[in-house]
């Protein structure tokens, strides 16, 4: 069952979900040794790319396998809501209940927890809110008066025929204050939810019970700090571990739009979570692959040359020109685009794309396509590996991603009668770059009906990739 949930992982993110089980159970089982209170904050930074969506999802079922309950949160599905706790407490609801036995004073005492949180919530909810409110209280005045019915609200009470969202904004000062003046009904929500999870009659499942939130850092900046703020404060229950998924860079960013660029953000950030754990840097061969797979890039829409796939092909070229990973994610992101916009039944030729797309990556757009092997060069020297040879095996000759794209240049831009009848030397390279030309050939005279076209073909994928540049 490990082996199916964990089948597609193409950056070797298993081993980091084995030592974070490992390490998360053994640390709340040493702070129950301690006699200390049983709750944890796990921040996991990485960034964008790096696959910790198709980490957390996996991870998740990697628990649930094990026994736990797990969980999850899509914060960026919430962000329209007003507060984070209630989208929490409607998540925790929603997974809890299957655990629940199914009897009348237990099922009570959940739904007690239930209505706890959601008492507190409402001191703060309103607007967009009203959509989780009405998940625990329904429409009615009425139902809201029975859920705290603690609070003196004779004057909503008096307008039950108004709407909800009437009734809480019209006394949300009110809901403020007594939520102020009765702070302790946070610590009764912690108590009885930490007491209901303790109780085995009541719930089966193992503990700690994992909360994953994902897609954190995407999220309106106030959404995620009231989020942090949730955590921190209320929802530090006995027995539960959160894992936040973050940006953590992003985050930051986020949280100094909020306070101010001189805000000391990673410092507020950090007494939010225990620890932080940071992915190692994948491979870049297993980072393309997996890019390509997130992508859904056919490889059948390529020309490659030969001895190489679609996504070692390209993580060879990156390599060579000494691109990193957030390099090479944008470059793959450009290639897609390009996939999307080529309208031709001719398959795209990745020897040429790629170097171009590598040149636009890199802030290169401008430069006249004549110059883009000069551009290449200066940016090998500066950052390529001078190991690396990008080397293609045309049949007994040796040459390399590099010569090839240049080889290319040579034929690209002429008209196709001039480009076929130039005299070359009869190499296999040149061979292989002549039948791509005489394949385009004959599609474009077939397509267009016309004895002579003036393709130009280098350009039109240039200025395609200079087109993609402006999309933002």
Known sequence: MIEIIWEDDQLNRRQDAEFLQKFLIGRIKERENRGL??????NLD???GRGKTFFILRLA????YFGYVVVEVDAWKDDHADDPMLPVISAIDTEISKFVQIEGEKTNRWEGVVRKGSYIALSVAKGAGMHWLRKFIGEGADELKNLVTDINLSETAKAAA????????????????VFRSRRSVIEEFKSSFSLFMKDNDCFTAKLPLFIVIDELDRCRPTFSISMLERIKHIFDVDGCVFIVSTNTDQL?????AVYGDSFDSESYLSRFFDRTYRFKEPIIE???????????VDANRFRIPPGYTLDNYISSGLVFYGLGLRDAAQCIDIIRSFVTIWDEDLKIELSVLLPLAISGQQGKLATPLPKVPDILTEIRNKNGSHTSEWTINFYNEKSNGDSLFRSFLGFLGKAPSESLNTNYARTHQNEWIREYLINEHNYLVQRRGRQEVKVARAWYYWD???NIGNVT
Do not use: C
């Not at 108004?162 to 204050?177: M, R, Y």
């Not at 692959?289 to 997130?294: C, F, G, P, R």
């Open 162 to 177: 108004k709407p909800v969202e009437d009734a809480i904004e019209s006394s949300a000062n009110e809901f403020l204050q």
């Open 464 to 466: 395609r990739i200079r």
């Open 46 to 48: 990485a960034g964008w």
């Open 252 to 256: 930051q960013k986020s949280i100094k």
């Open 61 to 64: 079922k990697q628990l649930r």
């Open 37 to 42: 209170h049983r709750s944890y904050v796990l």
């Open 286 to 296: 297993n980072f393309v692959k997996s890019l390509v797979t997130q992508y859904g």
